[in-house]
């Protein structure tokens, strides 16, 4: 039997997720501000949404626009209180000033994960050496997803990093699982999964009347109905 491809839905509220979880997502990304690209929710809103639901979740760690860490001093505060809330996956992704991954904040994130599983989120698009980046992180505890388009662009401009980076999977730095998302569209699907990939983040695509309307559980049933069809 094929495995289930797993499909994340961008979730900013508590009917978001309902309904994404309605239409078949398997897992859900917990951001704010979709006019910054989604930063760190509330507190508040991590609780009521894993009251809510009972699919996976993972809570964005990104306190401000751009891929600098920022004051880390008041980010690991929220890491505890958002554990406390019931939160136990995470996004995550910080960038230096020239373009390479800051491992001296994700690790001290990282550290106060402990343990938990999480996901480099398209920080990794905008990088000066996506394979330098991914060879530094490679045996970081708890990282098992990247998020990506293969393009800082989206992916129609990432789809042959993607399935170039699909083809070095098992490799140092590579180990982990693509997940693709960022102007992601259906018609997409066939080459990523025929390359093997089989996660997919979708945001947009689950609210056909925009970021000001909740997810259609109809519009996430769709991607379901594909996904579940090509599996």
Partial sequence: MSKRAVLEVIALGVEDAVAAQAGGADRLELV??????GLTPAVATVAGIRAAVDIDLRVMLRPAAGFAAGDLDRLVPVVREMRGAGAEEFVLGFLDADGGVDLRAVERLVGELDGCRWTFHRAIDQA???DALRK???GTPGLDTYLTAGSAAGV???LPTLLAEAARSGEPGYEQRIMVGGGLRLDHL?????AGIDAFHIGGAARPDGWQRPVSAEAVAKWRLVLDGAA
């Avoid at 066939?190 to 025929?194: G, M, Q, S, V």
């Fill in 32 to 37: 704010t501000d979709m006019a910054a690209d």
């Fill in 128 to 130: 000066a050496d996506r």
């Fill in 136 to 138: 530094q992180l490679d």
């Fill in 156 to 158: 129609d401009d990432g």
């Fill in 190 to 194: 066939p080459k990523l999964l025929a």
